[in-house]
């Protein structure tokens, strides 16, 4: 008997092998596919490489505009695929180098939860003292839309070899809008549908309000507030029409509508194991109601991040090892959007700290004081929100070119429940973009320097 058996090899699972074979626990991991999971594979490391591909063109347009002879003379997409698949090669070699360094029993094959105590892989049985789910999450589609051809998710829209002329994105969160930029830099016609008012709509309103402009300033279309109906394709392109029978063609539909939990047919539900639309339901220490059953990643009601993944696989490492480690506070979580202009948040909105504070106080930094946002020619801003009643901040939203690497200092603030007196004596380097993060500070604390107040 193991002390430990997981199932599923993605960041949850994985970073919960890793802690709980450094903490001296027997683990077995299971895994039907790739070690990495989805974000490796499939998510996160491919968008961010193809991101990076979008920023080098759009550098090379711009080039000209500060005296940089440079022109943009097309993606070779064949390339860009090798880079991307570079990058995530070298990855996944030293993440199964890693894995195979530590006492760990790496099992390949698809598993299923057969007992409270036990996995069933390839007809052997693993059981575990404790057992760990974290099977992830797959593409949703909406009913009716079936995912072939030219209608796809982000699975296929990674690996395609070639760049389309125009693109339908279906859907306005986080995934929906990286793509769009992407596929805009790499001189893509792109239009966003979204059925809610705003895209990104998870975000403050602030923030929202400014990807809207950022987006219309580069050309990408969307609709808002405006419903899918359906979609039709032939041997050239595919056509959506809107419940108010407007229609739209393009090359290609890529259905970005979220992402559902992959729990169905595991045993899960047979064992006894509490289940809402699919999502395991976890206690804060994420325990599931079956004694001994723990849930992380994807499959657990929340944002869908691979860091959250992360932090809850070492969490429930570290509980199995009896080291009672402090649960996780899920607005205490990053959130980065990778697009151009990036969007990064933590804590509430405005809108959700006024529900439960009542009265709070917010304060938005323009990057157009800050000196390294003008030289990359960027527009955006830092907001901070804080109560009235202690000053302690609850809320940090930013957008703007590379913003997402100023959210290590936002989360700290957010976290350790900083206030303006306690940051604002902190010296930020020059001309950095984290300095707009001291600036939005020495506002708040009633002191700005190049800002008014
Ligand atoms: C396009 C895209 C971009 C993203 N970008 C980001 C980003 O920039 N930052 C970020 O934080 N997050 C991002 N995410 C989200 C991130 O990928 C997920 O939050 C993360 O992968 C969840 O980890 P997980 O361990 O819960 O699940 P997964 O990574 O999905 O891993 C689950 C694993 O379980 C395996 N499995 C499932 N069933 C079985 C079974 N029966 N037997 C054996 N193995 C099984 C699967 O093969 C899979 O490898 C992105 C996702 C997508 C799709």
């Known amino acids: 008997m193991h ?84 990058v995530i090669g070298r990855l996944y070699k030293g993440l199964q180098g890693l894995v195979k360094s530590r006492d760990i029993t790496y099992v390949e094959g698809t598993g299923k939860l057969v007992a409270a105590n036990a996995v069933e892989v390839n007809g052997q049985r693993y059981e575990g003292k404790n057992i760990v789910l974290a099977t992830g999450s797959y593409a949703k589609s ?38 769009a ?29 400014a990807m809207e402009r950022a987006y219309r300033k580069r050309g990408i279309n969307f ?3 405006v419903r899918f109906q359906s979609a039709i394709q032939d041997d050239t392109s595919v056509t959506i029409t ?19 939990p992959r729990t169905e047919d595991l045993g899960y539900e047979q064992q006894g194991i509490n289940v809402d639309r699919g999502f395991v339901l976890t206690t804060d220490r994420l325990a599931t109601n079956i004694p001994g059953i723990f849930a992380v990643g994807d499959i657990v009601p929340g944002l869908q991040l691979a860091h959250r993944g992360f932090q809850q696989g070492i969490f429930v490492a570290e509980e199995i090892a009896g080291l009672a480690p402090a649960t996780i506070d899920e607005l205490g979580i990053p959130r980065v959007t990778y697009s151009e202009p990036e969007i990064a948040s933590i804590g509430l909105t405005e809108a959700q700290a006024i529900e439960k504070f009542g ?58 429940e900083g206030t303006a007196a306690d940051v604002a004596p902190f010296v930020h380097a020059h001309p950095t973009q984290n300095e707009a993060m001291g600036e939005a500070f020495m506002a708040l604390a009633g002191k700005p320097l190049h800002a008014h107040a």
């Not at 074979?21 to 299971?30: A, E, K, P, R």
């Not at 296929?156 to 693109?167: C, F, M, N, R, T």
């Not at 805009?184 to 309000?209: H, M, Q, R, W, Y």
């Open 223 to 225: 609709k808002t507030g």
């Open 181 to 209: 930029s992407v596929w805009k830099s790499f001189g893509v016609d792109v239009t966003i549908i979204e059925g809610l008012p705003s895209l990104v709509p998870a975000e403050d309103a602030a923030v929202t309000k």
């Open 359 to 416: 009265e709070i106080e917010a304060y938005e930094y323009n990057l157009g004081g800050n000196g390294k946002s003008q030289i990359l020619g960027t527009a955006g801003f830092i907001k901070l929100i804080r109560k009235k009643s202690d000053g302690v901040v609850i809320g940090v939203h930013m957008i703007g070119t590379r913003v997402g690497e100023l959210i290590g200092e936002a989360q700290l603030i957010y976290n350790w």
């Open 242 to 260: 809107l419940d108010s029978g407007e229609t739209h063609t393009a090359d290609l539909l890529l259905v970005a509508v979220g992402r559902g």
């Open 3 to 86: 002390d430990i058996v997981i199932l599923g090899g993605g960041s949850g699972g994985y970073a919960c092998a890793l802690r709980a074979s450094q903490l001296g626990l027997s683990v077995v991991l299971i895994e039907q596919d790739k070690l990495g999971g989805t974000c490796l594979h499939r998510g996160c490391i491919p968008t961010k490489a193809l991101l990076h591909a979008g920023e080098v063109a759009d550098t090379a347009r711009e080039g000209e505009s500060i005296g940089v002879q440079s022109t943009f003379n097309g993606i070779d997409m064949t390339k860009v695929n090798a880079y991307k698949d570079g």
């Open 142 to 179: 909406l009913p009716g839309l079936e995912i072939s051809g030219r209608v796809m998710t982000s699975d296929q829209a990674l690996q395609i070899d070639y760049v389309p002329k125009s693109v339908i994105v279906l859907g306005g969160g986080v995934i929906g809008v990286e793509f």
